[in-house]
């Protein structure tokens, strides 16, 4: 695995990328561009269809699955039939980005959620190297339909009372550790997230996943579309 020592958020780095991939920079619209992130060298290229596609750095880890009451006890609008699993799955895509996976069996479910209002609190030592101190989120999901294209609701919660829109980086480990739990050879599986609904801010998220020899995570990219809704300057 690799050393990255940062996530990058998806959303932002997707607009970024179409912002200089469309010309919207300095009117030379491009096919490719580099951006040098935190996590490091990010490649991301505009596909046929108008997508951005961003390569995201990861150092994957899938952590032993832990019982936290508190996630479900907090969630006084669902009963114990909405819940897949005792145990949460805790997967990082990076170290210092890391989530708890809440699988819910259906997607009115997923609808009935609301957010936390404080992040949940890990054993002490659980993520290892991986623990950077700044918390865990709650990533809440539903796999709608199976097949050469995976379709998922999901919903983020974290801190104090937050839920994020669009959030590729969890997305990615979603969608890897979905790729791991179902054994898939070696090859590409492709991911459909939906996220945002309850928000009224529904946002689309397109993963590939990439799997190595061992059923291991190799690499990770995201795809999306953004638009421009406004302009200015900023004096600094």
């Known amino acids: 695995m690799g050393t990255h020592k940062g996530a990058i958020a998806g959303h932002p780095t997707i607009g970024t990328g179409f912002y200089f991939l469309s010309g919207l920079a300095d009117g030379d619209a491009r096919d490719n561009i580099t951006l040098l ?8 290229t505009r596909t046929a ?13 899938i952590h032993a699955a832990v019982e936290l009451p508190s996630v479900k006890a907090l ?41 936390y ?8 030592g659980h993520l290892g190297q991986w623990d950077t101190g700044t918390g865990v989120m709650v990533y809440a999901f539903f ?3 199976e097949g050469e294209v995976t379709k998922v609701r999901t919903r983020m919660f974290y801190g104090a009372g937050n839920e994020d829109a669009a959030t590729g980086s969890a997305a990615s480990a979603l969608s890897g ?15 459909e997230i939906l996220q ?16 190595g020899e061992g059923n291991e995570v190799v690499g990770v990219a995201i795809e999306g579309k ?8 900023l004096e600094i």
């Open 37 to 44: 992130a935190k996590a490091g060298k990010v490649p991301i």
């Open 49 to 61: 269809t108008g997508a951005v596609r961003v390569q995201v750095p990861i150092d994957f880890k």
């Open 75 to 115: 969630q006084g609008s669902l009963h114990a039939a909405d819940y897949m699993a005792d145990a949460l799955p805790v997967v990082s895509i990076v170290k210092g980005m890391n989530c708890v996976f809440l699988e819910l069996s259906s997607e009115a479910a997923v609808s009935r959620l609301g957010p």
């Open 117 to 124: 209002p404080a992040p949940p609190v890990l054993p002490e």
């Open 143 to 145: 796999v709608q339909e």
């Open 177 to 191: 550790w979905l790729t791991v739990r179902n054994g898939r050879s070696v090859g590409r599986r492709r991911f």
């Open 196 to 211: 945002g609904v309850e928000m009224k801010r529904r946002s689309e998220i397109s993963v590939e996943v990439e799997v």
């Open 226 to 233: 953004a638009v421009k809704v406004m302009e200015g300057q």
